[in-house]
């Protein structure tokens, strides 16, 4: 700054003791744009770019194909089944941790954050262990003709257990938060227990556990490290949208592989963007954990 | 269950009692749920390498394939963890101190790696430094081969961590008052002191967690490496990836081996890293 010109006429202002200087503004602005452009807005680019690469026809083609379509119904199938069931998991878990008082609480929510720090490579290899042909149930199952890994119920499991604590994680803080002298209230004015839990509880935490259930859909339909380990990738039968895009990749069908691919993706955008409105719009009956 | 009657209750020395109904029903299924989907699994990974014997075990997991692998694993995690805890602080002071034209979808867009599958990322990452890529082509010319590299495995476990220290930072760093910081520049600090001496460390603590959990998930990331590791083995081949080739050889007990190693030597670290961060924490 010169002294020819007086700073307060130059500026509206002048600086907070606590501003960045300018200079440092623009330059830490322009370095995290980069990072962020670079990271994230050119790999979205570019799924979408290769996906019509040769034109939307060719990208409708690739994901009207018969494998494409069986893949989108195994991983819808999958979804269907994995997420209500750890939707249930996730009510009846934070129902005993944030209305009652009992040793070992915080140990039980750790183990239910568990699944979270273990590899997705590792979540599938836990059940080829359990259920695979030279698993500890193998030869049991083989004898009674069940399939569970290179089959449907495999790739259920796998995905159960990788989204298992979404729900859980949300609604627990949600729920300690919201205390329980209002289902006391309901409960000593006569409510049975189901009446209590659907009338008082549910409207407490719906917004919480829609933002839980979006999460766990998401990574439910987009797994592909554990239900690759359990599936068998047996194309038109047991091979989910991941798994089908991989499959597209490594034959070198790459506008075929990007075209299902960009289907994930849009759920992801889709996914971010009802995430972050229910962030906007309902930050005090989501977990206190995602405002900012 | 009635509200007189669930007065009535003894209350046992592991609980107190309480006026709702449904605990030991609710709290039953938890444990039973937990037990079959969680517990007993993880349960059978931590058996099975055993039937090797301990010195079979050893022999498995010292083969230099697996410590390879793992050297790749931790090593690349850890180097994506430090990338991301330099430009994850310089994305967070931005979004939280500045503004500018569509921040809120800048902020949004943070949160792509939690939302998009990894097999998408991983496709798009391989496609975009491939070496006829958009940017393999240009660090090519520059003499730099990504793909197909460990550098390529950084790549993708940088983007897999990029929300982690992003995420830690914001809120301590929206709630942390400006009053130290104008005590400072009162007492005549410049703005790189103010920020060093006072800033930094409180936000220390949360950017260790935050880069413990962006190291946490890439030591076991899969898809979206896989793609762009080009998978060599001793070179760029990931530890998870092993397991998956161990399995296809019905090597049970050896996939499980490289499994516990993994989960063992994670376990450490994040217990390192929050002692760590506790003692940071407890300094200031």
Sequence with gaps: MSNVTAPSLVLPHPRAATADHPLARVLLTIAGAFFIALFLLLPLIAIFAQALKDGVGAAVAAITEPDAL????????????????NVMFGLTA????????FRGKSFLIT???????????????????LFG?????????????????????????????????????????LMSDQGRDEEEAATSLGASGWQTFRRVTLPNIKWGLLYGVLLCNARAMGEFGAVSVVSGHIRGQTNTMPLHIEVLYNDYQFVAAFAVASLLALLALVTLAVKTFLEWHYADEIAAVHKH | MSFAGALALPSTAWRTRSALPGFGLSLGFTLFYLSAVV???????IIRPWELGWSGFVEEVTAPRVLAALKLSFGAAAVGAVLNTIFGLIVAWVLVRYSFPLKRLVDALVDLPFALPTAVAGIALSSL????????????????????????????????????????????LSDLSRDHEEAAATLGASRLQAFRRVVFPALLPALITGAALAFARAVGEYGSVI??????????????????????????????????????????????????????????
């Design chain 1, 70 to 85: 069986s893949a989108i119904r195994m991983t819808l199938i999958a979804a269907v089944i994995a997420v209500p069931l």
């Design chain 1, 94 to 101: 934070s129902w005993a941790i944030s209305k009652f008082d």
């Design chain 1, 111 to 129: 183990l239910i954050d568990l699944p979270f720090s273990v590899s997705p490579v590792i979540s599938g290899l836990v059940y080829v262990l």
């Design chain 1, 133 to 173: 042909m030279m698993g500890w149930f193998g030869p049991w199952l083989r004898d009674h003709d069940i399939k569970i890994i290179f089959a449907l119920p495999g790739i259920v499991l796998a995905t159960m257990f990788v989204t298992f604590p979404f729900v859980a994680r949300e609604l627990i803080p």
């Design chain 2, 39 to 45: 517990l007993i699994p993880l349960a059978a990974l």
């Design chain 2, 129 to 172: 430094y491939a070496p006829n890529g958009w940017l393999g082509r240009p660090l090519l010319a520059l003499g730099i081969k990504a793909a197909y590299t460990p550098l390529g495995v950084v790549i993708a476990l940088t983007f897999i961590g990029l929300p982690f220290v992003v995420r830690t930072l914001q809120p301590v």
């Design chain 2, 227 to 284: 793609f762009i590791a080009g998978n060599l083995p001793l070179r760029s081949e990931i530890a998870p990836l092993l397991i998956i080739i161990k399995l296809e050889e019905f090597d049970y007990a050896g996939a499980a081996a490289v499994g516990v190693v993994m989960l063992g030597v994670s376990f450490l670290i994040l217990l390192l890293l929050n002692g760590l961060q506790a003692f940071v924490a407890r300094q200031r």
